[in-house]
Every structure is written in structure tokens, then in C-alpha cells.
């Protein structure tokens, strides 16, 4: 055994330490990252207006606190401008929606009684023992449905409406959190960088760079996607002739970029709905459009990521599938930043390149 231990001693403390580092981001992100998210979310945000800090710093001679102030405002300025233009067309396009309400009930309500009427026409057609034992089922299943929905509905709403202080306290944590980071951006890299070997000063500089850029990466290749979903979707949506395509179209590309979620969420029941009311040609293009999405996220995601974070796809692909099936939603992030950081890693020597 110690033979093989002295042969192999390179080898072995190299797997040990990829198995450290493995473990430690899984304990990390499983049981400490929730408590320290709103620290997180405010370094990236520093580091985001860094540039217009440093240029209002700079350029203008405004003291580094009073950049970082206006430099929050005008980040929330421009967040809050795009998501007031969103809110007011969807309000727009909800006014719309709601005086065509009362004939778009009349309309489900006529569907589901004409379902019904088909279904029971059907039924009475059976032998009796058919008919008692179906009625039962069909009875079972509605009441088993009913009393799992009701729970779910109310426990969402209370979870709903529960998750809004947290959120607030969130966001007020955060931004107090990012003008301090921002102010004293200078002081806090130095004071880290006296508690730190001057060999490892560099080190971790590169580290900081490169997942800032794999973040970075990843945020831009979701925008890209979401813009080229949301176009399929309306360019598909106003073949079919649907009102509200563009809005439509813009909702399904934010939803599609949820894993959660994703595209079939609105298509699915969507073209179940006009298969159901007889609208074939509607429900089989809802279907189309379905597939021309998923195909084109399948397709593209690991490549568009891949080429944001330098990544070869294909591992991109497993980071994303291997972090949501450990971390869930948000293992779609960390999985790809996972590898970033072990690519990083290699980039400084800790961990060997491959050959």
C-alpha cells in the first residue's frame, strides 16, 4: 500500500483536492449560500457599475461615495424604466384581454358543456357495469383533484403572499449591501489581499475575473435565447393569427428562460384547449411552434453558452444538467460557473491541465 501510495502520490493529492473543492462548492450552495445571497447578488452588482463608478470617480471628481449612490440609482433608474415599459403594455394588453373576458368564458363554459354532453353520450352507450364503474372513477378522481388543488391554491397564495416581506428585505439588503461594497471596493481588496500570500494575490484576481465572466456569459446567452424564442413565438403566433402576439410572444421567451417552467407551460394546455374546442388547425401550430423551441434551445443553449463561458458544449450540457438535478433551478447557473471554476483552477496551476 505504500508502495502504491509513493508511486502515485501526484495523482492522488490532485484527486483529493478536486474532491475537497467538489464537495466544498456542494456544501456551499446546499446549506451556506442562501444566507449570504444578498452579499453575493451585491458583489456582481458592484463589480457591474464598477466601470461608471470609476468613470464618475475619475472623470467628473466625484467623491467615491456619492459615485456609487448615483451609480445604483441610475442601474435601478434603467432596471425600473424596462420593467414599468413591460408592466404598462401587459396592463395595457390586460385591459384588452378583460373586456373580452365575459366572451371568452362563455366560450370555455359552451366548450366544457359540450364535452360533457359527448362524454356522457358516450358512456350511455356502454353496458350498465361499464357506466356505474366509469361514473365511480371519473367521481374519485374529480374529488382527489379537488382536494389536492384547494390545499395547493391556498398554501401558494400563503407562500405567495408570505415571500413579498422576504423579498423586500432581500432587495434592501442588497443594496445597501452593493453601495457598500461599491464605496469601499479599493479598501476591502486590500484589506484581503494583506490576509493573503503574495502568490496568491494573482491567483485570486483571476479567479474573480473569470467567474465575473462566466456569470456575465451566462446572462447574456439567456438573452439571446429569450430574444430568439420570444421571435419564433411571434412570428408562429401571428401566422396563426393570434391577437396579441407580440405580448404573448415576449411572455413565453421570459417563461421559456425558467427550466422550471419553459416554453410548454403556455403552449401545451394552449393547443390541448383548441384541440379540445375543434380549433385543430390552431392546436397543431401551437404544437409546432412547441417543438420549434424546444429543438432550438436543445440545439443551441450548450453551444451559445459554451461559446459565452469557454466551454466545450457537451460539458457545458452535463454542468447544466448534473447542477439542476442536485441544486434545482438554480443548478442551471451553477453548474456552468462550477466548471468555470475548475477550468480557473487549471488556468493558476492548483489543479493539472489536460492533455
Given at each position: 500500500?505504500?508502495d502504491?501510495y ?16 467538489i464537495?466544498?462548492?456542494?456544501l ?5 449560500f442562501?444566507y449570504?445571497?444578498?452579499f ?6 458592484s ?11 475619475k ?48 366560450n ?7 364535452l360533457?354532453?359527448k362524454t356522457?353520450?358516450?358512456m350511455?352507450?356502454?353496458p ?15 374529488k ?12 401558494g ?28 471596493k479599493?479598501?476591502?481588496r ?12 494573482i ?17 447574456r ?16 403566433l ?14 413565453i421567451g ?23 374546442t ?6 397543431v ?7 420549434v ?7 443551441f443553449?450548450?453551444?451559445v ?7 466545450y ?9 448534473i ?10 447557473i ?14 493558476i496551476?492548483?489543479l493539472?491541465k489536460?492533455?
Amino acid at each position: 500500500m505504500t508502495d502504491f501510495y509513493q508511486k502515485h502520490k501526484q495523482v492522488i493529492h490532485r484527486l483529493l483536492i478536486i474532491g475537497i473543492i467538489i464537495l466544498g462548492v456542494y456544501l456551499f450552495f446546499r446549506y451556506i449560500f442562501s444566507y449570504v445571497a444578498p452579499f453575493v447578488v451585491a458583489w456582481i452588482l458592484s463589480s457591474l457599475i464598477e466601470p461608471m463608478v470609476r468613470w464618475f470617480h475619475k472623470k467628473l471628481k466625484l467623491s467615491r461615495e456619492f459615485s456609487s449612490i448615483l451609480s445604483i440609482i441610475i442601474m435601478l433608474i434603467f432596471i425600473g424604466t424596462i420593467c414599468t415599459g413591460i408592466i404598462m403594455k401587459i396592463g395595457e394588453q390586460a385591459q384588452e384581454f378583460a373586456k373580452e373576458l365575459p366572451s371568452y368564458y362563455a366560450n370555455f363554459t359552451q366548450t366544457l358543456e359540450n364535452l360533457r354532453w359527448k362524454t356522457e353520450s358516450l358512456m350511455f352507450g356502454l353496458p350498465i357495469n361499464i357506466q356505474t364503474f366509469l361514473m365511480d372513477h371519473i367521481n374519485q378522481v374529480i374529488k382527489h383533484f379537488s382536494n389536492m388543488l384547494a390545499p395547493g391554491v391556498g398554501k401558494g397564495s400563503i407562500s405567495f403572499v408570505a415571500a413579498l416581506p422576504n423579498a423586500l428585505f432581500f432587495t434592501i439588503v442588497t443594496l445597501i449591501a452593493t453601495f457598500f461594497m461599491s464605496k469601499d471596493k479599493e479598501k476591502m481588496r486590500a484589506f484581503i489581499e494583506r490576509q493573503m500570500p503574495k502568490s496568491w494575490v494573482i491567483k485570486m484576481d483571476i479567479i474573480r475575473r473569470d467567474l465575473l465572466g462566466a456569470l456575465l456569459g451566462y446572462i447574456r446567452t439567456q438573452l439571446i435565447l429569450m430574444i430568439f424564442t420570444s421571435t419564433i413565438c411571434m412570428i408562429g403566433l401571428s401566422i396563426l393569427r393570434f391577437e396579441y402576439s407580440l405580448l404573448i410572444g415576449i411572455l413565453i421567451g421570459i417563461v421559456d428562460a425558467f427550466p422550471v417552467f419553459g416554453s410548454g407551460t403556455i403552449l401545451i394546455p394552449w393547443a390541448v384547449y383548441h384541440g379540445i374546442t375543434g380549433n385543430l388547425y390552431e392546436a397543431v401550430g401551437l404544437l409546432i411552434i412547441y417543438g420549434v423551441v424546444v429543438l432550438f434551445r436543445q440545439t443551441f443553449e450548450p453551444k451559445v453558452l459554451g461559446s459565452q463561458i469557454g466551454v466545450y458544449p457537451l460539458f457545458t450540457l452535463m454542468a447544466m444538467y448534473i447542477g439542476i438535478k442536485l441544486f434545482g433551478f438554480l443548478g442551471i447557473i451553477i453548474g456552468p460557473v462550477f466548471v468555470i471554476f475548475l477550468k480557473t483552477l487549471q488556468k493558476i496551476g492548483i489543479l493539472p491541465k489536460w492533455k
